[in-house]
């Protein structure tokens, strides 16, 4: 008889795994109120190191051509593919789903991620335009990404809203900061594990588990944050989220569809170009 | 020379009295430093370190790309490193190359920076690979431009190849010709001196020679200002004092980017060579990018949320 090799879940900030800095776990049942797992307790100072790495890896990741984006994206699909099982498991565990509906979860999760994959190198054609001016110049509106993006992902279905929160954003070439639902937060970290043995850069995506309403105060308050997907925040956090990044005034949105543009539209900005004609 | 250490200034008493010298326990030293890094600051200590360690900041810019524009930007930044919030202590000086003394000294006489000293890196900065009439000329011109401090460069080949005393007749040399009123900071060069024992040797020769402040390393190579080097540094300057009376100052310089590590070389003060080297005429921290640091940090403990870079000039 052998004994099994429990998994530690942890963080994932700057492409490393580290342990949260407060030293402090919580504990996660499934749907049957049995033990789960202790994912970690993330910190105010973790997040403040996700913000650290996120801002410095963003303009390389802004930088690098949308085509490159896209091939990196669709890279991290291939990887999911591979962990379809481990997926399936986690979210019969977390959400007490069928092992049916599991599976198309996570195959649609997958789906959904191809599809934002694909936008990378075509959202500027679809929401930038050449407009006309009166007078000799070319005129151009470009959209750009905004920044460092913070997510809050809703709670069921977990792996799908994981990958319909996280994927628009970094196909911009936003950097984020995906903080996971506190009730199922074991796909957000096995998400990671995909995202960190594919080729996206370090920094680009961090991941932290904790607790929804402290997160709020500390991301809302954070003023090197550009953006908030506010999707899995409950009414009475929304509101405190709002009122706290209107300091710097974050774009705060929350989202019903899965696969939209607006998802990338929202957290993109939009220079707009005068250039003579002639020259 | 500053002390009666040694019985002239000839190398071979030179060499005699570095002879005296314990070797130094590297794994101790890594130890010692590693256990004072995790020390702890509270709040209301950590808003006094910030603004000391501002005070201590030599606001540095050695490139070869340094412009007269971005010079006088740094000393506008030095004397007011916030202009919107005139509660902040000046820099402790302006680093800049010999070239660029004169514009600094205007620029900060113009700006309300009169009491800013600026220093000039000299004899054939980084390197030192240059003969002694360039180095004592190179170090004539800086003073006569209206630096009032100079950080000078030791021939860390000659020191390696064993040539100690000509080392330290550089160090005099340059010293006689700042006299009292200019400041001198001897740059040791830790990172191309190999060991812990080649450093505290050279600490005590640059002492001896009559340097004002150690300094740890140029900025422009790899590894700068490690803790252990600023260790027996801090060290040196404290026993040095217990047998000559003289309080040198400690410069470490390059790799001190950002609040925590200032804190920690901070704490190595206090705790290597006393409370009294925490002022800046007896320690200064060379560096560019930490001052924003600092700043961003004064913000989050005045407004109680983390500030974000934009808040901050680009330098």
């Not at chain 1, 797992?37 to 801002?55: F, H, I, Q, T, Y």
Request: aromatic share 6%.
């Amino acid at each position: 008889m052998r004994i099994d090799v429990m998994k530690t879940y942890k963080l994932f900030i700057n492409g490393s795994f580290p342990r949260s800095e407060s030293g402090r776990v919580y504990e996660v049942k499934d749907s049957k109120g049995k033990f789960l797992a202790n994912p970690c307790l993330g910190s105010r100072k973790d997040l403040r190191e996700s913000v650290v790495a996120a801002r410095t890896a963003h303009h390389g990741w802004a930088s690098a051509t949308a085509f490159n984006r896209g091939q990196i994206l669709y890279r991290v699909a291939e990887i999911m593919q591979g962990r379809i099982d481990q997926f399936i498991a986690e979210i019969i565990a977390q959400e007490g789903a069928s092992p049916t509906s599991a599976k198309t979860q996570v195959q649609s999760a997958i789906d959904t991620w191809v599809w934002y994959a694909g936008w990378c190198d075509k959202i500027d054609s679809i929401s930038g335009s050449t407009n006309p001016v009166s007078g000799p110049y070319y005129n151009f509106s470009i959209p750009e990404s905004l920044g460092v993006v913070a997510i809050f992902a809703d709670a069921k279905p977990s792996l799908l809203n994981l990958v319909a929160s996280l994927a628009p954003i970094i196909a911009s070439g936003n950097t984020a900061i995906l903080i996971a639902n506190e009730k199922s937060p074991l796909c957000a970290i096995t998400l990671a594990e995909c995202i960190s043995t594919s080729d996206v850069p370090a920094g680009v995506v961090n991941v932290l588990t904790g607790k929804f309403d402290q997160f709020v105060s500390w991301a809302g308050s954070h003023m090197d944050i550009d953006g908030i997907d506010a999707t899995g925040v409950s009414k009475n956090d929304l509101t405190e989220l709002k009122e706290l990044g209107a300091e710097n005034l974050k774009r705060i949105y929350s989202f019903n569809e899965l696969q939209t543009t607006k998802r990338m539209t929202n957290f993109m900005e939009v220079k707009t170009v005068w250039h003579p004609i002639g020259i | 020379m500053n002390s009666t250490l040694l019985a002239d200034n000839s190398e071979a008493s030179l060499k005699k009295f570095l002879k005296t010298l314990a070797p130094v326990d590297a794994v101790g030293a890594s130890a010692r430093v590693e256990m004072l890094a995790t020390r702890s600051i509270k709040t209301s200590s950590k808003n006094w370190a910030i603004d000391l360690a501002i005070r201590m900041v030599d606001l540095t810019t050695l490139e070869g790309a340094d412009t007269p524009g971005k010079v006088k930007a740094l000393c506008a930044k030095g004397v007011y490193p916030d202009p919107t919030d005139l509660s902040i202590p000046s820099v402790g000086a302006i680093c800049v190359y010999n070239d660029m003394v004169k514009i600094a000294r205007d620029a900060l006489d113009n700006g309300g920076g009169k009491h800013i000293p600026v220093a000039a890196v000299t004899t054939a900065f980084p390197s030192g690979r240059a003969s002694m009439e360039v180095k004592i000329q190179d170090t004539k011109d800086a003073i006569a431009n209206g630096a009032s401090e100079i950080d000078m460069v030791i021939d860390r080949g000659a020191f390696l190849a064993g040539n100690l005393g000509l080392v330290f007749d550089e160090i005099r040399t340059i010293k006689e010709i700042c006299g009292n009123d200019v400041r001198l900071k001897v740059i040791l060069e830790t990172g191309e001196l190999v060991t812990l024992d080649n450093v505290r040797k050279a600490c005590y020769l640059a002492m001896l020679a009559g340097g004002d402040f150690i300094k740890t390393s140029t900025g422009k190579i790899s590894p700068a200002a490690t803790a252990p080097v600023v260790y027996v540094m801090l060290e040196a300057v404290r026993d040095f004092y217990k047998m000559a009376g003289v309080r040198i100052g400690v410069k470490p310089a390059g790799g001190i980017r950002n609040t925590k590590d200032a804190m920690k070389q901070l704490v190595l003060v206090n705790e290597i060579a006393g409370p009294e080297w925490l002022d800046p005429s007896l320690f200064r921290i060379g560096a560019s990018a930490l001052l924003n640091d600092l700043l961003m940090q004064r913000m989050k403990m005045r407004d109680g949320y983390y500030a974000s870079p934009n808040y901050v000039t680009l330098d």
